[in-house]
């Protein structure tokens, strides 16, 4: 059973930035994908960057592409997600998740992820 555990989720002014991490309980290299994804209220869970676990393509959803950037430490069991030119509607739960085999419906898909961290709340203003 992988635990992981979200940080550096915060408050910050549209235009800023904030970098998450994800840590790891054991190592994920031998897994499927991992993920970033992001839900906010009354709204489904979104994936917004995944990646291979063993490194590789990255994707990203429409919405982040080029503003955020998703990196991994596999020495560490770390997952980072460096988020720049925030904007009001990235306000959301972010979570990371570990996907075991390959998602049905998608890498940045949440069915078929495994594993979940707690999240960690984002909130940008004007």
């Known amino acids: 059973q992988v635990q992981l555990v979200e940080s550096g989720g915060g408050s910050v002014q549209a235009g800023g930035s904030l970098r998450l991490s994800c840590v790891a309980s054991?190592?994920?290299?031998?897994?499927?994908?991992v993920a970033w994804f992001r839900q906010a209220p009354g709204k489904e869970r979104e994936g917004v960057a995944a990646?291979?676990?063993?490194?590789?393509?990255?994707y990203y959803s429409d919405s982040v592409n080029g503003r955020f950037t998703i990196s991994q430490d596999n020495a560490k069991n770390t997952l980072h997600l460096q988020m720049n030119s925030l904007k009001l509607e990235d306000t959301g739960m972010y979570y990371c998740?570990?996907?075991?085999?390959?998602?049905?419906?998608?890498?940045?898909?949440?069915?078929?992820?495994?594993?979940w961290g707690q999240g960690t709340q984002v909130t940008v203003s004007s």
């Open positions: 990646t291979y676990s063993a490194g590789g393509t990255i």
């Open positions: 054991e190592d994920i290299s031998s897994t499927y994908s």
């Open positions: 998740a570990v996907a075991l085999r390959a998602p049905r419906r998608g890498i940045l898909h949440p069915e078929g992820y495994n594993f």
